[in-house]
């Protein structure tokens, strides 16, 4: 995890990655489509360079995407891991079912600190300073890609209408 | 030691030992005919409640403490402001909070000075009010952690300062209560109290008794362990401190502490009526009211829920947890308990306010409490001894079947007891109950009480969870609901010698704003969508009404300015948990959000916004 304050040693060190992780999506991709949907993807790290920021003052970009995000991102088994894990954590204590109530919604398609998995990731393993605690000493890469996936699916659920109750409400009879 | 006394109860009210629903809603139809309200005045003169004179001491115009007196009757003697004029009220100065989550606070007037509070950040500012449009005389900025942020469960709320003795005590989020010179803004003293790692808060309003301020944590969804402390108001030192569960010492209760009900006596109840260790994360905060009878030096103070609320994971009474405490001020030293929800089942915190009153009960004088509770239950008890004299619903109950007067306990509706993996559907009262935190006004003029409420429902659900500290600690998943009616809130004025309502106003939104009565006639409350009201005392009829800026879940207060005229001021600003929809712009399409307060909320985007402002009302100047 870097601080979203860039130097031209750190985006060269990111550069130096790109080729390696093309295999690696290259290899993923060249498995059967469907089973890639559902295989668990692994991984052993976060990203490499995440930033919460939109601006990029003189001509700056934003760092590339660590591609072991897009191995989770939509991924039903890391989605699946990911929801266990919300619960067991006590995620959903704050967020609920992504409405929010301690913490913010995470269905609405807002984000405070970024949006991409990566930037999620961030959130999760170092907390951010209006309440949201650092998980990176009690959880694995692995576990908090796992919770990413889940995070982002619950925007994506809801922007295709999906309902996101899990208690069916009825009507009350007094 | 208990048999006497229970003997006693037993013959004494063996006719009125279940309250049930049934005879509600015949009262109810009753009121609607308006029947009750002509025999009303009658009945009332005969025997109407009276206000202990040294906890309520003659009205000097001033505000001092939240709750008005240490009676907690919430009720101005100022009368310029009546029925026949109120139509008149007009703005005479606002003034931003700058912070736009929920105002919970009471403004507090002393020496021609207003104090208030906001939500966290926590700043506090002194207007001058001998100058025009009251400007600020000093503000003071505490800076509380901004991750106290993330363990605050229900908006990040502060109910109020309190003013003693030229000092102005409040607390902060994370966990601090400081002293200001109430003059000149200067830091007194600060001390801390708790650690926001485990899940701890503080959001209520101190209160200052015999010199000590008595401060309480919050974090009862988080398996915080409740506390109320006292702190020397002069040095800010911690001179006791009362947990709520746990082995005697901890809890202060010792060799003289007898309670009325024999459930609730017993040695380290606090450990056995819980699995092993789970006291130690088992709740019971103090983030409501404190009252205080100076004739018999004694605070009364309810706390919180249990923790988690997945009701299977704490077999047992789980005390003390939803208990109201009678104690001495000085020591700490408990005399008594009532566990108002043992083993609770529905998040039935015990934290509402006690209004002290006397009161002729069967041709005896008797100094009472009385208590509207989340199960939604109108208690009156015997401040000297605990007894329960009556408990009667005060709207729609379908959880509770009744209190059992010769235990004290209540009687529970088997069908909506929670459970595992189960969904049960349409419990009432909801989560947050008939009543949450805000608070009721007792009128020595009307006899009445008024109490601002909810009308709410819920599914529930509960699923294991583990404790992981500074994280919640819930394991349910809830989803609220209207009541019947679909009036999702209520302001009723109950009369506690009857025991029944005298007239009650049906609300859209569920009303978590505090209210007051004055001896012009009035009673003033407000509204989530922000309407600022005038109702008459007697009737409910509304006799005036202005629109604040957002919504409204403050308390109201009245004061005589240094004009000599009177004056009235609520802060306005969304939010608190059934606002946090608002304030922390939460997504209605999940509605088990903010512990199940989205889905029924979900429209109060619609009708307001977040904001912070103080209005303060007058009438024109002749």
Same mark, same amino acid.
């Given at each position: 995890m870097s601080s979203p304050c860039r130097n031209p040693e750190r985006r060269a060190a990111a550069t130096r990655l790109v080729p390696f992780a093309l295999v690696a999506v290259l290899a993923v991709a060249a498995t059967n489509a469907s089973a890639q949907q559902d295989a668990a993807p692994e991984a052993?790290?976060?990203?490499?360079e995440v930033f919460v920021t939109g601006l990029f003052p003189n001509g700056g970009t934003a760092p590339?995407?660590?591609?072991?995000g897009a191995r989770f991102e939509g991924n039903k088994s890391a989605i699946a891991a990911g929801k266990e894990l919300f619960g067991q954590m006590n995620c959903t204590g704050c967020h609920f079912n992504g409405g929010g109530g301690m913490g913010p919604a995470l269905?609405?398609?807002?984000?405070?600190?970024?949006?991409?998995i990566d930037q999620v990731y961030a959130s999760i393993a170092q907390?951010?300073?209006?309440?949201m605690p650092s998980w990176q000493d009690s959880l694995q890469p692995q576990q908090m890609w796992e919770l990413a996936a889940y995070v982002k699916s619950l925007a994506t659920s809801a922007s295709s209408s999906?309902?996101?109750?899990a208690v069916p409400g009825t009507s009350v009879k007094p | 030691m208990m048999t006497i006394p229970i003997s006693q109860s037993v013959g004494r009210y063996q006719v009125a030992r279940f309250t049930d629903s049934i005879g509600r809603s015949r009262w109810l139809r009753l009121l609607l005919t308006g029947a009750s309200l002509l025999l009303y005045p009658a009945l009332a003169a005969a025997q109407m409640p009276t206000v202990p004179a040294s906890a309520a001491?003659?009205?000097?115009?001033?505000?001092?403490?939240p709750a008005k007196n240490y009676a907690a +009757?919430?009720?101005?003697?100022?009368? @310029?402001?009546?029925g026949a004029n109120v139509g008149k009220l007009q703005v005479a100065f606002a003034f931003s909070?700058?912070?736009?989550? /929920?105002? @919970?606070a009471a403004p507090i007037v002393a020496n021609n000075t207003m104090f208030i509070v906001t939500p966290y950040p926590n700043n506090v500012f002194a207007l001058d009010l001998t100058k025009p449009g009251a400007p600020i005389k000093w503000s003071y900025q505490p800076?509380? #952690? #901004?991750?106290s942020q993330g363990v605050a =469960?229900?908006?990040?709320?502060n109910r109020g300062a309190a003013y003693s003795d030229g000092k102005l005590f409040f607390n902060t989020l994370d966990d601090n209560t400081i002293a200001l010179?109430? @003059?000149?803004?200067?830091?007194l003293w600060k001390t801390k109290l708790g650690? *926001?790692? +485990? !899940?701890e808060t503080i959001t209520m309003a101190p209160l200052v008794v015999n010199g000590k301020v008595l401060v309480g944590n919050s974090g009862g969804e988080l398996g915080v362990r409740g506390w109320l402390a006292a702190l020397d108001?002069?040095? !800010?030192?911690?001179l006791w401190r009362a947990y709520a569960t746990g082995p005697d010492k901890d809890v202060l209760i010792g060799p003289g502490f007898r309670s009325f009900?024999?459930?609730?006596?017993?040695?380290?109840l606090g450990v056995k009526t819980? &699995?092993?260790? #789970?006291w130690k994360t088992g709740g019971g905060t103090m983030w409501g009211w404190i009252a205080y009878d100076p004739d018999l030096n004694l605070i009364y103070y309810g706390t919180g829920n249990p923790g988690?609320?997945?009701q299977e994971q704490r077999p047992g009474?789980?005390?003390?947890?939803t208990t109201l405490f009678a104690r001495n001020?000085?020591? /700490? #030293?408990?005399k008594w308990a009532l566990q108002?929800? &043992?083993? $609770?089942?529905? $998040?039935?915190?015990?934290i509402n306010e006690h209004i002290l009153v006397d009161m002729t009960v069967d041709g005896n004088p008797r100094r009472v409490l009385l208590h509207p509770d989340r199960n939604g239950h109108l208690y009156v008890v $015997?401040?000297?001894? !605990? @007894? *329960?004299?009556s408990a009667k619903p005060y709207g729609y109950v379908n959880?509770?079947?009744?209190?059992?007067l010769k235990t004290g306990r209540p009687v529970m509706n088997p069908d909506k007891l929670t459970k595992v993996g189960t969904v049960v559907h349409?419990? =009432?009262?909801?989560a947050s109950g008939l009543?949450?935190?805000n608070p009721s006004a007792f009128s020595p003029s009307t006899g009445l009480m008024y109490i601002p409420h909810e009308n709410l429902c819920m599914d529930w659900k509960s699923r294991p969870v583990s404790y992981i500290a500074? +994280? &919640?600690?819930v394991g349910a998943e809830v989803v609220t609901k209207a009541g019947p009616g679909g009036n999702r809130g209520e302001f009723t004025a109950w009369d506690p010698v009857a025991g029944k309502a005298v007239w009650t106003i049906k609300e859209d939104l569920p009303l978590w704003s505090g209210t007051m009565a004055t001896a012009g006639g009035l009673v003033f409350y407000g509204t989530m969508d922000g309407w600022f009201k005038a109702v008459d005392?007697?009737?409910?009829?509304?006799?005036w009404q202005f629109k604040t800026g957002s919504g409204i879940i403050g308390q109201p207060v009245a004061y005589r300015g240094p004009d000599g005229h009177q004056y009235v001021a609520i802060l306005s600003g969304v939010g608190g948990w059934a606002g946090a929809i608002v304030s922390g712009d939460?997504?209605?399409?999940?509605?088990?959000g903010a512990l199940g307060m989205t889905g029924v909320m979900a429209d109060l985007k619609t009708k307001t916004a977040p904001g912070g402002t103080l209005y303060v009302f007058a009438l024109p100047k002749s």
């Open positions: 052993q790290h976060g990203p490499k590339p995407r660590d591609p072991i269905m609405s398609g807002h984000w405070r600190y970024g949006g991409r907390g951010r300073p209006n309440g999906v309902s996101q109750t | 001491p003659s009205d000097d115009g001033q505000w001092t403490m +009757t919430r009720y101005s003697s100022l009368d @310029e402001i009546n909070t700058g912070v736009d989550h /929920g105002q @919970e800076r509380p #952690a #901004a991750a =469960c229900c908006d990040v709320v010179d109430a @003059e000149t803004g200067t830091v650690d *926001i790692n +485990t !899940g108001a002069t040095t !800010g030192n911690i009900y024999p459930s609730d006596n017993g040695t380290d819980w &699995p092993t260790d #789970a988690p609320w997945n009474d789980n005390k003390w947890t001020p000085d020591t /700490g #030293a408990a108002y929800n &043992p083993h $609770d089942q529905h $998040d039935y915190d015990g $015997d401040r000297e001894s !605990g @007894e *329960i004299i959880s509770v079947l009744g209190i059992d349409d419990i =009432c009262p909801t009543k949450d935190w500074g +994280t &919640p600690f005392a007697r009737t409910g009829e509304l006799k939460l997504d209605p399409r999940d509605p088990t």
